[in-house]
């Protein structure tokens, strides 16, 4: 499902983002990927999602070759891996209905399979109620699971969740893990990057720790230890 295989990302002499990361993770695994800042986990995230490419080495995603991938189809890519991030990049003037359906309208949806998506994805994070809101009236919490909501609407083989727990209080955080376990559950790749020891540590799940750029260990249940 993901594979990296001797992959490095060198920005300038002095700055490298990844040194020579051999890792592979099946379909259907929720894997934390954990490191201080600087570690590598953010170039790893813009690897995946074809933001920026390897300076040497091969990523693979769902069956697409990253390393050469043409920016054509780079979008049909980004339709199969889900991605949320820290900061929610809410639409502040459309409503929950409105900010997820706007994902499917950007890609020509039809109003049909709108009407039909949108309605399914809002139950799976507990919002189908508060579909009218605005994102200004919403908490952290809930303006986070709209971006999770919003991030399902093309059924996703992977979902990639950068830092989702950054901003949120420890109950919101265990809210949103919770929906995350969820989704892993229907049998979509989960990859969590995270700084948060509590939450990696409670999952007992695998986790992958950077340092420097490189994997350092790889555990199958394992704990944030650095």
């Given amino acids: 499902m993901i594979v990296l295989k001797n992959v490095s990302k060198q920005y300038t002499r002095d700055s490298v983002g990844l040194k020579e990361v051999n890792l592979h993770i099946e379909a259907g695994e929720f894997v934390s990927v954990v490191g201080q800042s600087g570690t590598g986990k953010t170039t790893m995230v813009k690897l995946l999602i074809a933001e920026e490419h390897p300076t040497s080495g091969v990523v693979e995603v769902g069956g697409w070759n990253i390393s050469s991938i043409k920016s054509h189809d780079i979008p049909l890519l980004r339709r199969q891996i889900g991605v949320i991030f820290?900061?929610?990049?809410?639409?502040?003037?459309?409503?929950v209905e409105e900010n997820v359906s706007f994902a499917l309208e950007v890609a020509g949806e039809?109003?049909?399979?709108?009407r039909q998506v949108v309605p399914r994805v809002l139950d799976i994070v507990g919002?189908?109620?508060?579909?009218?809101?605005y994102p200004h009236q919403l908490s952290g919490g809930e303006q986070q699971?709209?971006?999770i909501a919003r991030s399902l609407v093309h059924r996703p083989k992977i979902l990639v969740?950068?830092?989702p727990t950054g901003n949120l209080d420890s109950i919101n955080t265990q809210e949103?893990?919770?929906i995350l376990k969820k989704i892993n559950e229907f049998g979509t790749t989960i990859l969590l990057v995270t700084h948060n020891r509590e939450v990696v540590n409670h999952l007992?799940?695998?986790?992958?720790?950077?340092?420097?750029?490189?994997?350092v260990s790889d555990e199958h249940k394992g704990k944030y230890r650095i």
């Fill in 161 to 163: 969740a950068d830092e």
């Fill in 110 to 114: 039809s109003r049909a399979r709108i």
């Fill in 204 to 215: 007992k799940r695998r986790v992958v720790t950077l340092h420097d750029g490189r994997v």
């Fill in 86 to 95: 820290q900061d929610f990049k809410l639409l502040a003037k459309k409503t």
């Fill in 127 to 133: 919002l189908s109620h508060k579909n009218e809101r």
């Fill in 176 to 178: 949103i893990i919770e």
């Fill in 145 to 147: 699971r709209v971006a």
